[in-house]
């Protein structure tokens, strides 16, 4: 559900924009604002994950951006009647959306950390982020739907109460559910001595700053985000743009088909690698060298193309590769910082952000001047490079603290 609310300005904006007459630079400047309010909240949330429990955190923040994606359409008419301020106002809104959403991953890695063995951690948060393909799958193929049949206001009516609904449903099985938790003492291979949220210590933040292994994942996540941000947020524009006689459900469906398996694979492959006694820091350079070979030859195919199945098959790859990214760098804050992962995520995840807001303006804002698909994609693959070089050169698994 966070993923699915989180892709239906992206899916709409063509519309919206249409409708509101927008241009590039008004869309890239409302699509990018999420990302403004998602990198304040990382840290924040992470903290507070591990200091009073995921849970709370989630529950209150689901509440919020559910509510924000059900009134989004009063908010874009209400900012239609000021003129001169409609962009603005909504910039605020989608600001405050993303800080809403920015506490759910740090909060994820902490209840993971907490409650999951070291040789379970990495596979269930591989396997959890798969999440995130149901959800923009969801807002693809409902979406779009309801945006042929019904209109671009009940996108954002429907998916919002399924977020409402969705948080309902955390409150009564995740959070009252704590209270008649049973742990299986038979298998002594599950018993893990993880701290409870209140015995959370201070984060030794100097101590990570001055490992190369630390800024090594921070940036290397940020560089990949910049991509799978840029591509989330204008995929949907540039088939428009492109290929304006392409079924809106089959571009925006069939690309996020590829993340569940992919991220499954990865999975598998981190497992049995794993299992063979292979080095953990090997097997995320290994799992993170598959992600970025396979996005950049996709994004140098892409830049190059003008068929439409072409463009669909390397957008396919390249959102499948992040699949190999949430089991590498996405949870190598867990191998570095065990005791506090929630905290490290947020801050990782705060400065993978940073190219959300950046990436995703300059992109607009590129297409604005130069109407140049292949400059935006042969950036991205640029600065992959950077971070696949980074990562292969300092990063590592070994625990810091």
Request: hydrophobic letters at 50%.
């Amino acid at each position: 559900m966070l993923y699915s609310t989180r892709t239906t300005m992206p899916l709409l904006v063509p519309a919206v924009a249409s409708a509101q007459k927008w241009s590039k630079t008004d869309s890239g400047t409302v699509l990018s604002s999420f990302f403004w309010g998602y990198t304040l909240t990382q840290v924040v949330g992470g903290y507070f994950s591990d200091r009073f429990g995921g849970q709370r955190v989630i529950l209150f923040a689901a509440i919020g951006w559910s509510l924000i994606t059900f009134l989004m359409p009063t908010i874009i008419w209400t900012a239609g009647s000021i003129k001169s301020y409609a962009i603005p106002f909504i910039v605020a809104i989608r600001i405050l959306n993303g800080a809403l959403q920015g506490v759910h991953f740090p909060s994820m890695i902490s209840l993971t950390s907490q409650n999951l063995c070291p040789n379970e951690r990495s596979s269930f948060f591989g396997l959890l982020t798969a999440g995130s393909a149901l959800g923009t799958l969801l807002t693809g193929i409902m979406g779009s739907f309801l945006l042929d049949y019904f209109g671009w206001s009940y996108v954002f009516r429907v998916i919002g109460l399924m977020g409402i609904a969705w948080a309902l449903v955390l409150r009564y099985y995740a959070m009252a559910g704590e209270r008649n938790r049973i742990i299986n003492i038979a298998t002594p291979s599950r018993l893990c001595a993880n701290k409870s949220p209140a015995e959370t210590t201070a984060v030794p933040w100097l101590r990570y700053f001055s490992r190369l292994s630390f800024w090594a994942c921070v940036l290397t996540h940020a560089c990949e985000m910049n991509c799978f941000f840029v591509l989330l947020s204008w995929l949907p524009t540039y088939f428009h743009d492109g290929f304006p006689h392409a079924k809106g459900w089959v571009v925006n469906m069939i690309p996020w088909l590829a993340l569940p398996p992919c991220t499954l694979f990865a999975k598998y492959l981190t497992t049995r690698l794993l299992a063979r006694e292979w080095h953990t820091t090997t097997v995320r350079k290994l799992i993170q060298s598959c992600c970025f070979a396979a996005q950049n030859l996709a994004l140098f195919v892409m830049s190059r193309t003008s068929d439409f199945h072409t463009a669909l098959i390397c957008m396919t790859i390249i959102i499948g590769g992040t699949g190999f990214h949430n089991n590498a760098v996405t949870v190598n804050p867990q191998d570095l910082a065990p005791l506090h992962s929630g905290s490290v995520f947020g801050l990782m995840n705060t400065v993978g952000a940073i190219p959300g807001f950046l990436g995703v303006y300059l992109a607009g804002h590129i297409l604005e001047l130069t109407q140049s698909w292949p400059m935006v994609f042969s950036a991205a693959a640029g600065i992959n490079l950077v971070g696949w070089i980074i990562f292969m050169v300092f990063g590592s698994a070994e625990a810091i603290v």
